[in-house]
């Protein structure tokens, strides 16, 4: 399955944050989502044959990887107390068919003080 | 612009009733719907995926129907049990964005014995 690390972290203001995922064996994209408490998930960017295959409404300061093993970090520069949220991965085996089920990780719970 | 509403936000219901779930999205040019449970803090589980020129879609006690031309789906729950207490999130995917998820806030649903 989908696996994220570390479960849960916590930072203050200004600081960078990375945050890891492995995407399920012989899936080739992922995405991010933030989910702040109460809502759903909003689409950050997802990452395809390691380039970024598409974006949300985040700034800049949200950035991503993907390595050749199609594992992908989430890093985030600058934060802010409302990047406080639930961190989520999905992989799926192809960035676009929209057929696919996109499979989710655990999450990564960022706490900004 | 994709805007994905869940209707009720809460629901708490003695165990064996059957339930009934809505989501109603804007833009009616969906490619597919999926409806997903989360758990508090945890991940999402994807529980049917409907085409966009399916119907609906059963697996076990879940049922869930897509009507596209009115934007408005419906998952149908038979038989609750304290163990579906749980968030249930619908998103869609939009053919111009293929891979992205635009997701409802959900439904938090509580089932007790």
């Known amino acids: 399955g989908v696996t994220q690390s570390p479960t849960h972290l916590i930072k203050t203001r200004g600081q960078q944050v990375t945050l890891r995922c492995s995407s399920q064996?012989?899936?080739?994209?992922v995405s991010w989502y933030q989910q702040a408490l109460g809502q759903g998930p909003q689409f950050i960017f997802q990452y395809y044959r390691k380039e970024e295959n598409g974006r949300g409404n985040f700034p800049p300061r949200f950035s991503g990887l993907q390595f050749p093993n199609d594992s992908s970090e989430l890093n985030v520069n600058a934060l802010e107390l409302d990047d406080s949220a639930l961190y989520l991965c999905?992989?799926?085996?192809?960035?676009?068919?929209?057929?696919?089920?996109?499979?989710f990780g655990p999450g990564t719970r960022l706490t900004v003080l | 612009k994709q805007e994905v509403t869940q209707i009720p936000a809460a629901l708490s219901v003695p165990e064996g009733e059957n339930l009934v779930l809505n989501c109603s999205f804007t833009d009616s040019a969906i490619y597919n719907l999926q409806w997903f449970r989360q758990d508090p803090g945890k991940g999402l589980t994807s529980l049917l995926l409907?085409?966009?020129?399916?119907r609906e879609q059963t697996s076990g006690r879940l049922n869930a129907s897509l009507d596209k031309s009115s934007g408005r789906s419906t998952l149908y729950i038979a038989a609750s049990q304290p163990g579906d207490s749980a968030t249930y999130l619908c998103?869609?995917?939009?053919?111009?964005?293929?891979?992205?998820?635009?997701f409802g806030r959900g439904t938090q649903l509580t089932v007790w014995p």
């Open positions: 409907i085409q966009s020129s399916q």
């Open positions: 999905a992989s799926s085996s192809s960035p676009g068919t929209g057929a696919d089920t996109q499979y």
């Open positions: 998103a869609v995917t939009r053919g111009s964005t293929l891979g992205r998820l635009y």
């Open positions: 064996s012989g899936h080739n994209t």
